[in-house]
């Protein structure tokens, strides 16, 4: 619920320091104001829709470096949310918030409540989303998080909520802050300047200027204390080792007529190149074969085989080459102008500029995998790999062998990706009669490059092995090779550069709008409670997507890599109205109506309703009602394909498990996603430092943007419910299946509702200030199309209970707080079956799997001490007991964890020291 006195505070704060604040004996002017959630300024905060506020001073005490770190923690983020620890992403080095576990392209985020451009590249190829990591923390006054569907108020994209970030507007005299703080074994550092002179009130101007650097060395996975050993045998229950049998390199013999045997062997410099040299029954000891009698027959022989003590193999920890939080870089600048042109007009003008960089390593490369071939038809997968015959590259064996594992000369897969952000908003506030409008334009722009090195070239490998190109099976041998596989080390940099694939990934996307908005109060006009309050506005608002990728990726040419492209704009309208009805002193209602109509989809009107009922002054009732809706994004209606492997069961010619690619396309005949949103609650004040609220809500969502299963369009050769919903391509000359193209679609359905709850409480005590804070949220529901997935792991992540909980306290120039949060545990439904079983060999797991992935409490620890009313100092310690994620190899084989839920780094420390120049 809204903390009515916290944002009180929060507003008188900024009054003061524009010089809006009057000598003691004057009568002080009630400031009217505008509250996320209305368009109506108003003297009482207390809205109709419940609203969070996250102070400075609360951004301050969390010890989090970055708001987008702050968000993380708000409990209604309860899934589907994705941060740049997610580095295996189609959209790299980016974090957005998702409330209510709805996504991210569900939930709107505003700057100053106007809207900026989104990211450049989509999350899981659709959902597009506004970045926070280039939203300057320094710049920040207060987020206010909007936990109502608010898209009769804001337009699309507010079927969960909005999230309000509030910068700051003006500052008197110059602030310097630095910081520095180490996880993991690794080190952050932060500085920021803001600057500011000019008082609206006396000068009639003001100039503001804020300056953000952040920095972060990139943390590995072995870097981590959860990350130090992927062997989890012993750790947790259903305990494996998931280190690599061959990860670094060894030859697997086969015979002259192209069959598998059982004989192994690793290349020579295993232990030299970071692996592990290991025998076959050393690797049955090691977890990495396994022997458990739950296996068929013919199964269990042949690894039994495979553990033969003639065998040797080289393991590999891969967790030495996964990234576990990227490294990154940034910059960002807010500058803001404010001017007083006559008593009734004022002028601003505001500049945003941010540069991101992340850096972020994955695994070496290796050439088996998935290539891609020409067709008349279009691109089509398939398994590539390569026979050596005895002696070539390296082979030990006297007839043909194959080699797996990474290619270690070549070096980790490095990924950079550079966000820039341009934002810029001129406008004027004014006041006419009764009304006081705001009128602006704006403009964002944000260009990501993601610039990925050491992929391989399928037509360099080819070339260096001596064999076609050309799409398997059958298996090609390789007779004479330039690339020595078995002593890596001997391969010079022009073979290497030979086979090596670097290149860019590129996007832009672009928002510029037009607004105008106005509010009065109609003293004539007038209900038992007070006078009626009428807000009216219009919005013109264009937007382009541009994602391209290079022309390497675009032909099919490098080695296991799908492609995404999309190229769109669009143009929209809209009319808003509200209405604020005090049908009795201590009732007031809320109408609101908005009518957006867009050129491509078509219109969408939406009405929401609410009440806010003061039953006495220590308790007040609110409800609200509404409709929303979500323009599709541009990656699912302009023209856009996302091409990737996948694979299918073939009905047509019986076989099974075939490689094809799977194409994801825009859909112009695509509609709205439609929602309707209710919320009902009570705000429980006793007495002015004890504040108590409850929140229940429920959201259906329909129509929402999806795809159906390509196994589905295969079996029904593309057909569903009797439309052609697909197209499934075969080679002319084979029959097989190249590729599966469906568009995106109206499709699923969503229902969730839950309950939010939070608490306040101030205590003045002899030994100083108490302040004590808390705040849940309880997800009882969340359905798709009927099948429910709360409480689990099936869909996302929906653990049924996220929360928070703060002890505060201020004495003189001392001040402390003590932070727990806490994730509920939930049920893992994506892991095997053989994990809960009890006929495992124990060399291979110990225990069995859990039914649930464990919860989590940490704690945080903040202090800070004011030398004087110009320097201070503060420490943090965050989660204090060194709390790891819990083990969870269902959402993620790679990780182990669920990076959408849990921070790997561990504990954290913090130190940061401010100096006011005044």
Not at 696 to 723: A, E, R
């Amino acid at each position: 619920m809204i903390k009515k006195k916290q944002l009180a505070v929060a507003i008188a704060a900024t009054f003061v320091a524009t010089g809006v604040a009057y000598a003691q004996q004057q009568p002080q002017k009630v400031e009217k104001v505008e509250v996320t959630g209305s368009n109506i300024k108003r003297t009482d905060v207390e809205t109709v829709a419940p609203v969070d506020v996250i102070t400075r001073e609360q951004i301050e005490k969390s010890g989090q470096p970055t708001i987008a770190e702050v968000l993380r923690n708000v409990p209604a983020n309860s899934g589907n949310s994705y941060n740049e620890s997610f580095s295996n992403s189609f959209a790299p080095g980016a974090s957005g918030i998702s409330l209510r576990g709805l996504g991210q392209k569900a939930t709107l985020v505003l700057i100053n409540g106007r809207r900026t451009a989104g990211y450049g590249f989509a999350q899981n190829l659709q959902d597009t989303f506004v970045d926070l990591n280039s939203i300057p923390s320094a710049a920040v006054e207060r987020i206010e998080v909007l936990k109502d569907g608010a898209s009769a108020i804001y337009g699309s994209d507010a079927i969960a909520g909005v999230v309000n970030v509030i910068l700051r507007k003006d500052y008197k005299g110059i602030e310097m802050s630095a910081g520095a703080g180490t996880a993991a074994g690794k080190n952050d550092y932060r500085f920021s300047a803001t600057g500011g002179f000019g008082d609206l009130g006396k000068d009639k101007f003001s100039v503001l200027g804020v300056f953000d650097y952040y920095k972060r060395d990139l943390v590995k996975l072995s870097d981590t204390d959860f990350g130090a050993s992927r062997d989890w045998r012993g750790r947790a229950g259903g305990g494996r080792n998931f280190d690599s049998l061959t990860g670094l390199g060894t030859w697997q013999q086969y015979t002259n007529a192209g069959v598998a045997t059982q004989n192994f062997q690793a290349v020579p410099g295993c232990n030299a190149a970071g692996g592990t040299l290991m025998t076959g029954p050393q690797a049955v000891a090691a977890g990495l074969i396994n022997l458990s009698s739950n296996q068929s027959a013919a199964t269990l022989a042949t690894l039994q085989a495979r553990a033969a003590a003639t065998n040797t193999f080289c393991t590999y920890n891969s967790n030495n080459a996964i990234t576990a939080l990227p490294g990154t870089e940034r910059f960002g600048f807010l500058g803001r102008g404010t001017v007083e042109i006559s008593p009734n007009l004022q002028g601003y003008a505001e500049v945003g500029l941010s540069q991101v960089k992340s850096n972020q390593i994955f695994t070496q490369p290796f050439f088996n995998t998935t290539g891609l071939t020409q067709t008349a038809v279009g691109l089509r997968p398939f398994s590539y790999t390569v026979n050596f015959a005895p002696g070539v590259a390296g082979n030990p064996f006297s007839t043909l062998a194959r080699y797996a594992g990474s290619l270690s000369d070549m070096g980790t897969r490095d990924t950079s990706i550079k966000s820039d952000t341009y934002r810029v908003l001129a406008g004027l506030k004014w006041t006419a009669g009764s009304w006081d409008g705001d009128s602006a334009f704006g403009w964002s722009r944000n260009e990501v490059t993601s610039t990925n090195t050491n992929r391989l070239n399928i037509a360099g490998v080819s070339a260096a092995f001596g064999i076609s190109s050309a799409a398997q099976p059958p298996v090609p041998t390789s007779n004479s090779s330039t690339y020595n596989l078995n002593n890596p080390s001997a391969n010079s940099a022009a073979v290497r550069d030979s086979i090596r694939a670097n290149f860019d990934r590129k996007s832009a996307s672009e928002l510029f709008f037009i607004d105008t908005r106005a509010s009065t109060e109609f003293a004539q006009l007038t209900l038992p409670g007070g006078p009626v309050g009428l807000a009216v506005g219009a919005e013109y608002r264009s937007e382009k997507l541009k994602d391209s990728p290079a022309a390497i990726a675009q032909q099919g040419l490098i080695l296991g890599q799908g492609i995404t492209k999309t190229d769109g704009d669009r143009n929209s309208i809209a009319v808003f109205a509200e209405a604020s009805l005090p049908i009795l002193k201590n009732l007031e209602a809320q109408l609101a109506v908005r009518s957006d109509r867009y050129n491509d989809y078509g219109s969408s009107t939406v009405p929401k309703v609410g009440l806010k009922w003061k039953v006495s002054p220590e308790v007040v009732l609110r409800a609200n009602w509404g409709q929303g809706f979500r323009a599709p994004t541009l990656p699912e209606i302009s023209p856009s394909v996302a091409t990737f492997f996948t694979q299918v069961n073939d009905p047509v010619t019986g076989a099974s498990g075939i490689n094809i690619s799977g194409i994801f396309a825009g859909n112009p005949n695509l509609k709205a996603e439609t929602s309707k949103s209710a919320t009902i609650g009570a705000v429980f004040e006793p007495t002015r430092d004890l504040n108590i609220g409850v929140n229940w809500y429920q959201i259906d969502w329909k129509d929402q943007v999806g795809s159906y299963s390509f196994q589905n369009l295969v079996n029904n050769n593309g057909v569903i419910n009797g439309v052609q919903q697909g197209i499934v391509t075969r080679d002319p000359a084979t029959n097989a299946i190249v590729s599966v193209q469906t568009n995106y679609t109206n499709l699923s359905e969503v229902t969730t509702r839950g309950f939010d709850f939070d608490l306040n409480y101030r205590l003045n005590t002899l030994y100083g200030k108490l302040g004590f804070r808390a705040g849940g949220s309880y997800l009882e529901k969340y359905a798709i199309d009927g099948d429910e997935y709360v409480g689990g792991n099936g869909y996302t992540s929906l653990p049924r209970i996220r929360g928070f909980a703060q002890l505060s306290w201020e004495q003189g120039p001392y001040s402390a707080a003590l932070t727990a949060n806490y994730i509920h545990s939930y049920y893992q439904q994506l892991l095997a079956a053989t994990y809960f079983s009890t006929a495992n060999d124990p060399r291979f797991q110990t225990g069995v799997y859990g039914d649930k992935i464990g919860s989590r409490t940490t704690l945080d620890l903040f202090g800070a001490y004011e030398f004087n009313n110009k320097l201070k100092i503060s420490g943090s310690v965050l989660n204090i007991a060194n709390k790891q994620p819990p083990y969870d190899p269902g959402t993620s084989s790679t990780f182990l964890y669920d990076f959408t839920q849990f921070d790997v780094r561990g504990r954290a420390y913090r130190l940061n020291l401010t100096y006011k120049f005044k």
